[in-house]
């Protein structure tokens, strides 16, 4: 069982297409994150919410859009995405993102292949 | 020099064998630290938090050493189910928010 569920495990895309990464978490957190990994690159944050609200925003460039209607629930859109968004997408929670100790959960993670 | 930094490997170590890695930090004002473990296109999870004392579980010592700034994982009777990638994980203050910064994993490859 995971506390942290992240759908679809796999996409593949063209270019031109729209489409939502998804993330729930069963854990009552108030914290929920958006991670990018490339190939042997560390973990890239790319946004933060906190009780549905985001309060970080990690440069990230308009084609990716998230989305946070509740606490448990947080998306990704993706549109008009490069051959370079390719990588392993990754959704976290943690309990309140301002604590230093808090442990961060991660769900399975999306393989994006963009063509 | 990075935030965090790790030797990518790979550990190459023969099954029951004693393996460590290190792990440095640059931000001194960090507070708290981890190790996760990444198994190939899967996502990392918390093998255990670093504590100033040193912490043990089973098989698994960490160790932090706040004056140097890095961080230790001992690996002791390694198994072949241990071969995955081990990240270590830094959360620091940055402009008054606290933020989670990972290193690039050493890749642990156990024998048989």
């Known amino acids: 069982e995971t506390g942290v569920t992240q759908t679809p495990r796999h996409l593949v895309m063209g270019m031109t297409n729209k489409k939502s990464l998804k993330c729930e978490q069963h854990l009552g957190h108030n914290a929920m994150y958006w991670y990018k990994q490339s190939a042997k690159k560390p973990l890239e944050l790319m946004f933060v919410?906190?009780?549905?609200?985001?309060?970080e925003n990690n440069s990230v460039p308009s084609r990716f859009s998230p989305e946070c209607p509740n606490s448990s629930h947080l998306f990704l859109h993706l549109h008009t995405l490069q051959p370079e968004d390719s990588a392993l997408y990754l959704c976290a929670s943690s309990q309140d993102w301002r604590m230093p100790n808090e442990k961060l959960f991660f769900g399975s993670g999306t393989q994006l292949s963009v063509l | 020099r990075k935030e965090v930094e790790q030797d990518p490997g790979p550990f190459n170590v023969p099954e029951g064998a004693t393996v460590a890695f290190n792990c440095t930090y640059s931000?001194?004002?960090?507070?708290?630290f981890f190790w996760y473990r990444q198994d190939c296109r899967k996502e990392p999870k918390l093998l255990m938090s670093?504590?100033?004392s040193g912490n043990e579980d089973g098989r698994f010592t960490a160790q932090l050493n706040r004056a140097s700034q890095y961080i230790s994982l001992l690996i002791r009777d390694s198994k072949l189910s241990d071969s995955a990638t081990y990240l270590c994980?830094?959360?620091?203050?940055?402009?008054?928010?606290?933020?989670?910064?990972f290193g690039t994993g050493t890749r642990l490859k156990v024998l048989a």
């Open positions: 919410y906190s009780l549905e609200e985001r309060v």
């Open positions: 670093v504590y100033s």
């Open positions: 994980v830094v959360n620091s203050v940055f402009s008054g928010t606290y933020k989670y910064i």
């Open positions: 931000n001194s004002a960090s507070q708290s």
